[in-house]
T-cell receptor, first 112, second 116 residues
Framework: DQQVKQNSPSLSVQEGRISILNCDYTNSMFDYFLWYKKYPAEGPTFLIS?????DKNEDGRFTVFLNKSAKHLSLHIVPSQPGDSAVYFCAASARGKTALIFGKGTTLSVSS | DGGITQSPKYLFRKEGQNVTLSCEQN?????MYWYRQDPGQGLRLIYYSQIVNDFQKGDIAEGYSVSREKKESFPLTVTSAQKNPTAFYLC???????????????FGPGTRLTVL
């Protein structure tokens, strides 16, 4: 039973446009959410996170939005750059729990 | 590398052999984790450790073992009982001590294990 779902395996965007990556979750106990970026044969790199007390967090070109009622979060990348091409993982954790629960990832391809 | 060192980058073993993957951290963090990644899959938790001499099973611990004798080291042994050991293995560390409620984990570069 997948508690964190990334329903789009891939996304293609042109350089300079907005990339929107989506993530849904089912566990209402999740209260902290993270996005990681991963290149092939490398470890994931932390990008941005958001606590459930917020609905938006911004860091440079990256913004994460959280809609608790819909159990949905999204990562916006503006403007998209070719170097953003990678696999993006959404992850969640629940208060009192140690482990992060990951989605299966979305492969973003940014073409120039 | 997020303060985590994993070695080697690539590892080949014959079926039926145990193999130990190294994970070292130099930031004096308490929490360390082992994940496995398979193609088209997310990261799945194998084991984690919050303090020295203590560790807990994750979702897919069968066929694996760990030890935490030192704070800076958390090696993972893939035993012959693991039915499908070929995968990309990732070690992670938890947040620095004293942080407020943040569960951000930082990952090492990973080890690609291939069992022939």
């Amino acid at each position: 039973d997948q508690q964190v779902k990334q329903n789009s395996p891939s996304l293609s965007v042109q350089e300079g446009r907005i990339s929107i990556l989506n993530c849904d979750y089912t566990n209402s106990m999740f209260d902290y959410f993270l996005w990681y970026k991963k290149y092939p044969a490398e470890g994931p790199t932390f990008l941005i996170s958001i606590s459930s007390i917020k609905d938006k967090n911004e860091d440079g070109r990256f913004t994460v939005f959280l809609n608790k009622s819909a159990k949905h979060l999204s990562l916006h990348i503006v403007p998209s750059q070719p170097g953003d091409s990678a696999v993006y993982f959404c992850a969640a954790s629940a208060r009192g729990k140690t482990a992060l629960i990951f989605g299966k990832g979305t492969t973003l391809s940014v073409s120039s | 590398d997020g303060g985590i060192t994993q070695s080697p980058k690539y590892l080949f073993r014959k079926e039926g052999q145990n193999v130990t993957l190294s994970c070292e951290q130099n930031l004096n963090h308490d929490a360390m984790y082992w994940y496995r990644q398979d193609p088209g899959q997310g990261l799945r938790l194998i084991y984690y450790s919050q303090i020295v001499n203590d560790f807990q099973k994750g979702d897919i611990a069968e066929g694996y073992s760990v030890s935490r004798e030192k704070k800076e080291s958390f090696p993972l042994t893939v035993t012959s009982a693991q039915k499908n050991p070929t995968a990309f293995y990732l070690c992670a560390r938890g947040p620095p001590g004293g942080d407020s409620r943040t569960d951000t984990q930082y990952f090492g570069p990973g080890t690609r294990l291939t069992v022939l």
